[in-house]
């Protein structure tokens, strides 16, 4: 790490999974969209999670890779290891944020974002919390008690003088929502069905599994695509994960040649153009996920990870549910046939799924990210907040 001085204005801390980065992203692009140019410079502090690193880079930004990893929930060697590269990510910040002195940090949550928090505290440097998820997470809790401010993207986090903004999503994804009014090629359906290749007649169910994937839901999928091979009416675009093992085959079609279209990506670059082109999605329920499906107005079968912490992502399927947004099969309940069944079952009855569709889109924000980059302003002292 260089000990040049370089002053930004905004620090945005948060990594290991896309949850903790691209809500970030988003609020950078809409720092740089203000009228005051000193505002556009943001540095981001990652997970040495190399995906972190290259999403930023790609966007425009330059990212700091720290050490701080996750605790177990009982006492072990590797608490001790985990406390350890806390403290080191904690000096990291300490030094990052003495080089360039910005003005206010964004902590998006996970054990990244509680290193710089700690750091800023130390500092003396105001913090925002971002919180992605229905129940808030342990880093986002303890940052809490000091922050200047706490966005939310859910009513049901219940944090410390917290206001809900919604979770801001990447531009091209924002501009899907209805109230957004923007014909660009990514909400263009036809456009983007063209641009995936779906044939003309078939309806496409996107399934995503998060960055890293899910075995289990992979697992299912493939099954669920074994029972539906002879529906020349559907398409099934299917991002496995990065982390992934390679699945069984890469393509299928039913007996006649003419049945379903089965693909498989490892990582959706262009997330803006799938959801488009999507009738249905199948997802696990992570924040930034979710928020995504309700800015795109998508109906959408949830499976929340089992495990995760505090639930969160039961707790967020459930706020989509109560909505008549998505359907939730519980991980106990997964099966290929099951999932067959519940794609079916929804596809085929169109009057239930544009209602699905229309819960969803009320749920969405498309103004989250100019919200959070106003309280990052008010917190900063440059503005009046939300």
């Known amino acids: 790490m260089s000990g040049r001085r370089q002053r930004v204005w905004a620090v945005i801390a948060g990594g290991g999974t896309g949850g903790h980065v691209y809500p970030g992203l988003a609020v950078a692009e809409a720092l ?90 130390l500092r003396g440097i105001p913090v925002v919390v971002l919180e992605a998820n229905a129940t808030p997470g342990a880093a ?72 890293q994937g899910s075995t289990r839901l992979n697992a299912a999928v493939e099954t669920a695509c074994d029972i539906l091979a002879e529906r020349a009416d559907l398409a099934v675009r299917h991002v496995t994960g990065s982390a992934a093992p390679e699945l069984g085959r ?16 490892p990582y959706e670059h262009d997330m803006p153009t799938a959801l488009a082109a999507a009738d249905l999605v199948v997802s696990r329920a992570g924040g930034s996920a979710l928020a995504e499906l309700a800015i795109a107005g998508r109906a959408s079968l949830l499976v929340p990870l089992p495990g995760a912490t505090g639930d969160h992502q039961s707790a967020n399927a459930g706020v989509l549910a109560s909505a008549g947004a998505s359907l939730v099969i519980p991980e106990s309940e997964l099966s290929g046939p099951r999932l067959a069944t519940a794609i079916s079952d929804l596809l085929v009855d169109p009057v239930r799924l544009e209602r699905m569709q229309q819960a969803a889109a009320e749920l969405g924000r498309p103004d989250a990210a100019r919200r959070v980059a106003e309280m990052l302003l008010a917190a900063a002292g440059e503005g009046a907040g939300p």
């Open 32 to 121: 740089g969209a203000g009228d005051d140019p000193r505002h556009s410079r943001v540095h981001f502090v990652v997970s040495r999670r190399p995906l972190d690193s290259e999403i930023i880079v790609s966007a425009g930004f330059e990212a700091t890779p720290i050490s701080a990893r996750g605790f177990r929930r009982r006492l072990t060697v590797a608490n001790l290891v985990a406390a350890w590269a806390l403290a080191r990510g904690v000096w990291q910040c300490w030094r990052l944020l003495g080089r360039t002195a910005p003005r206010v940090v964004l902590a998006q949550g996970g054990y990244v974002s509680a290193a710089c928090s700690m750091a800023a505290r």
């Open 140 to 211: 986002n809790r303890l940052t809490a008690r000091w922050a200047s401010a706490c966005a939310v993207a859910h009513e049901e986090a219940n944090l410390r003088g917290s206001v809900r903004t919604g979770l801001p999503v990447r531009t091209g994804i924002a501009e899907l929502h209805p109230g957004t009014g923007r014909g660009t090629a990514a909400n263009c359906r036809n456009g983007a069905r063209a641009a995936l290749g779906v044939g003309e007649g078939r309806r496409l169910v996107l399934v995503i599994g998060g960055s």
């Open 250 to 265: 890469v393509s299928t079609s039913g007996a006649s040649g003419e049945g379903l279209h089965y693909k498989t990506v």
